[in-house]
Nanobody
Framework: QVQVAESGGGLVQPGGSLRLSCAAS????????MSWYRQAPGKQRELVAL????????YYADSVKGRFTISRDNAKNTGYLEMNSLKPEDTAVYYCNAAVIESGSLYFRDYWGQGTQVTVSL
């Protein structure tokens, strides 16, 4: 069993910054990729950022390029999303996804966190 949990959301003013954390725990052999998604009211869930181990690739949605930074600490099985210059349009529930290779398994599975609310408003 693997559990993924986000933290760090909250209320911030436009132009402010926020750092989200994504902690994975359980029978983890390794995490092949971690990613962040967000879902705003009336919108579909969208990919915000992705970091892979195999390709060592950072991906960012066009809407957040230059403002958000994704990182991970493999030893801690924890991912991070640093958000700067936040805009009201960034308001959403942010979800972490971890592609986890569990102990005793040859394959990875996607695990989702419960989401953390980020609100950007005056």
């Amino acid at each position: 069993q693997v559990q993924v949990a986000e933290s760090g959301g909250g209320l911030v003013q436009p132009g402010g910054s926020l750092r989200l954390s994504c902690a994975a725990s359980g029978r983890i052999s390794r995490i092949s990729a971690m990613s962040w998604y967000r879902q705003a009211p009336g919108k579909q869930r969208e990919l915000v950022a992705l970091l892979t181990s195999s390709s060592r690739t950072n991906y960012y949605a066009d809407s957040v390029k230059g403002r958000f930074t994704i990182s991970r600490d493999n030893a801690k099985n924890t991912g991070y999303l640093e958000m700067n210059s936040l805009k009201p349009e960034d308001t959403a529930v942010y979800y972490c996804n971890a592609a986890v290779i569990e102990s005793g398994s040859l394959y990875f599975r996607d695990y989702w966190g419960q989401g953390t609310q980020v609100t950007v408003s005056l």
